[in-house]
């Protein structure tokens, strides 16, 4: 069993910036992809960001160039930096462990709020 724990969320002001961390325990993190979804109030849950355990990136193509996915394997830790942040960008943020889609968990959600 893999458990998943996303912090950082917070209430910011559009232009601001947050960090996002999930830390998962279990030993195949270093194994799994690695994912930053999002869903909005009234909104399907859509992915912002992932990252492969070869690292290799991509994102919704509304964070391309705001966001940064990254890894650290050592610490079993996932990271989202996210930069410019937008009222658009409100909504509940969880990290998601995908293990070649035969083990995939789920965080609880951490809440951004950006707003003025």
């Known amino acids: 069993q893999v458990q998943l724990v996303e912090s950082g969320g917070d209430l910011v002001q559009p232009g601001g910036t947050l960090r996002l961390s999930c830390a998962a325990s279990?030993?195949?993190?270093?194994?799994?992809?690695m994912g930053w979804y999002r869903q909005a109030p009234g909104k399907q849950r859509e992915l912002v960001a992932a990252?492969?355990?070869?690292?290799?990136?991509n994102y919704a193509d509304s964070v391309k160039g705001r966001f940064t996915i990254s890894r650290d394997n050592a610490k079993n830790t996932v990271y989202l930096q996210m930069n410019s942040l937008k009222p658009d960008d409100t909504a509940v943020y969880y990290c998601?462990?995908?293990?070649?889609?035969?083990?995939?968990?789920w965080g609880q959600g951490t809440q951004v709020t950006v707003s003025s």
């Open positions: 990252i492969t355990s070869g690292d290799s990136t």
């Open positions: 998601n462990l995908d293990y070649k889609r035969v083990f995939v968990y």
């Open positions: 279990g030993s195949i993190f270093r194994l799994a992809t």
